[in-house]
């Protein structure tokens, strides 16, 4: 019988059909869908940080109103993934305890600091530009309530894409020498980790062939960064900028910009919990944890309430 019903579960994959909440699922495939949709519901939230500590330091009442839009944003694209995640079986408050606990991660570009003002902006370009790609891909995932929770982020991302790209054009083309040379620190910085968003090579990644097969991802981790490469080189060099790689080269044969090869132990210190700023960020969510305990109580105090009266 279980293998009738993979059968006809991997049918309607192929058909195209959207999985709902109530509907048959393999095992595997649910606890693949938790593990990606906390997890990327985990990043939105701890990507408040970097970006949210300039807030009050926003060289304008105009940047500064952009950027709070910006973090309020944010929360809410946790909001929306962990309601998609909710649809699975598991509540919110076991996927923050899996975080806090260091079962679940988050995204490990938001591990690096935001060191000056234009890191603002090229984490709007590069950093929201990257999770574009992959939120795009997403929106069309197998699984209903995680296709549609994407189709409202990735039209506010497109705007904060484009709120960074223009902040950054400006100061590399019309700003100071001190703002231009923030604006190349900056690259220099962001341009690896930025890369390392797209998780492992594609023959390194266990997950991938599944996720492929079960249509949650439509691309893989390195066609999905060389998309990114081909298309955001050609602008930074158009605006001036100098990407920190020897290696970066365009090949007319294959039409493909190649680049260097990524500092993967890196990449994995900092998955494991050793980036710059790993236990900082942690600290703050379990701090943020620890604070609205009392919010919690009380919605469930009043929960309980509501349901001694309806019985009455």
Known sequence: MIETKEAQFEARIERGEKIEAGDWMPEAYRKQLIRMISQHAHSEIVGMLPEGKWIP?????????????????????????????????????????????????????????????????????????????????????????????????????????????????????EGTDDQKAQVQDSLNRWWWPTLMMFGPHDAESKNTPQLVKWGIKTKTNDELRQEFVDETVPELQAIGLTLPDPDLRYDDESGHWIFGEIDWDEFWRVVKGDGPLNAERLESRQNAYNDGAWVREAAAGFAERQQEMVAV
């Open 57 to 173: 330091h926003a060289p304008s009442l105009h940047r500064k109103l952009v950027l709070m839009a910006k973090v309020q944003d944010e929360a809410g694209h946790g909001q929306y993934l962990y309601h998609a995640a909710e649809s699975l079986g598991i509540t919110r408050d076991e996927m923050t305890r899996a975080l806090l606990a260091g079962r679940a991660k988050y995204a490990s570009v938001f591990n690096y600091p935001t060191d000056n003002w234009a890191d603002v902006g090229m984490i709007g370009w590069l950093v929201d530009g990257a999770a574009i790609k992959n939120q795009t891909m997403l929106a069309h995932c197998s699984y209903g309530p995680y296709s549609r929770a994407m189709v409202r982020i990735c039209s506010e991302e497109t705007f904060h894409f484009k709120q960074g790209k223009e902040m950054i054009v400006q100061y590399a083309t």
